[in-house]
């Protein structure tokens, strides 16, 4: 996914994590009877109460109501829940979490605010017999306590883009990379995937600036580039966006200044779109929110049910990321959406042991 300003969880997260346990122990008997440990009979798919939970409000995540539904309603779950009410704190996301467990959800996929302190939480889940998906986002490290992990392969996404990028440059010059937070590890995964591309030109691209903690929201992505432009746009050849905000303020701030720069770009947001097909956005690189959701919702259904098991718990899977240009702006979302098939089958045929 892209990156997104999470803050530091610190002292509040440790806090309410006391307080999750407490909830969760106390709620732990309807759950259990449909999480995804143990053995006994199947149960009816109408007993999944799915719930997805990003860390925060941000466009990226809006999909997921659609295809939640979607899930809902082709797979028969009893309910279904979006909720984005964390603000971005990891202690308000243990809040809800807490919320939606007394309110009997025992298939929740979750977008970590903090990914060096979710671990904590996917084990509390899992402990009292809730299913766990990490989606978008994997947590920081080599260790994932979720079930399973649906995310963007960032690195690749990145490396993809910025070949893109350089290619529409003519393989040579000067390009800038603007992204989200910093101390991200999804955003520390893009910076090795554009350096990688850069470092393949063998010195025919220079990487003038990697400019970092501008997705905010699109008025501090707005600022960041308009500075950059009036001090070095005669100078930039190409520009690299990996994270949303910075993606629509570039494609603004190019086309409102005149220059002769090739910009790839993040996601769909349709001024992204518009602007790949009339020419003044050489591409972007988009990812796949809605087969996290519904593919993710289809996994955490037959976890909760009791239907299936993870062959290797906390196994991570790459949701996808597709290059668009003019040439396949009107259907690249049918790849999207074929891909999401593959995905699922992939599940059903190599990632689950099913009764």
């Not at 959800?105 to 889940?125: C, M, Q, R, W």
């Not at 003519?170 to 554009?194: F, I, M, P, W, Y």
């Not at 409102?256 to 090739?262: E, R, V």
């Not at 349709?270 to 087969?291: D, L, R």
């Amino acid at each position: 996914m892209r990156s997104i300003t999470r803050p530091g969880a610190g002292i509040a997260a440790a806090a309410a994590a006391a307080a999750l346990l407490l909830v969760l122990t106390g709620c732990t008997s309807a759950a259990q009877n449909s999480g995804s440990t143990g053995g006994g009979k199947a149960e009816s798919a109408s007993s999944v109460k799915l719930a997805l939970v990003p860390g925060g409000a941000h466009p990226y995540f809006q999909p997921w109501k659609e295809w939640g539904t979607k899930a809902k309603t082709d797979f028969g779950f009893g309910d279904f829940t979006f909720n984005e009410t964390a603000g971005w704190d990891q202690s308000k996301q243990n809040d809800v979490l807490n919320s939606l467990v007394s309110n009997g959800y025992n298939a929740i996929g979750i977008f970590g605010v903090s990914p060096t302190d979710i671990n904590s939480e996917f084990k509390k889940l899992k402990s009292a017999g809730i299913s766990v998906g990490s989606l978008a986002s994997c947590p920081a490290g080599d260790t994932n306590d979720a079930d399973f992990c649906l995310s963007t392969d960032t690195q690749q996404a990145a490396y993809l883009a910025a070949k893109a990028a350089i290619a529409a440059m003519g393989g040579k010059g000067n390009l800038v990379h603007l992204t989200g937070n910093a101390v991200d590890s999804n955003t520390q995964r893009r910076e090795a995937g554009v350096k990688k591309a850069v470092d393949e030109t063998n010195g025919a691209v220079t990487l003038l600036t990697t400019v970092t903690d501008i997705d905010k929201d699109l008025a501090t992505a707005q600022k960041a580039v308009s500075d950059l432009l009036a001090a070095h746009g005669s100078e930039i050849n190409g520009i690299v966006t990996t994270a949303y905000n910075p993606a629509v303020a570039s494609a603004a701030g190019i086309k409102a200044a005149g220059l002769p720069i090739k910009l790839i770009a993040i996601d769909d947001d349709p001024t992204i779109i518009a602007g790949i097909k009339e020419g003044s956005i050489a591409g972007t690189v988009v990812q796949n929110p809605g087969a996290q959701a519904y593919v993710g919702g289809w996994v955490l259904g037959q976890l909760a049910t009791k239907a299936c098991t993870m062959k290797q718990p906390g196994v991570v899977v790459d949701s996808g990321s597709f290059v668009v240009t003019k040439d396949n702006a009107d259907t690249y979302d049918q790849q999207r959406q074929d891909f999401g098939k593959t995905l699922k089958s992939k599940f059903q045929n190599e990632l689950l042991s099913c009764k």
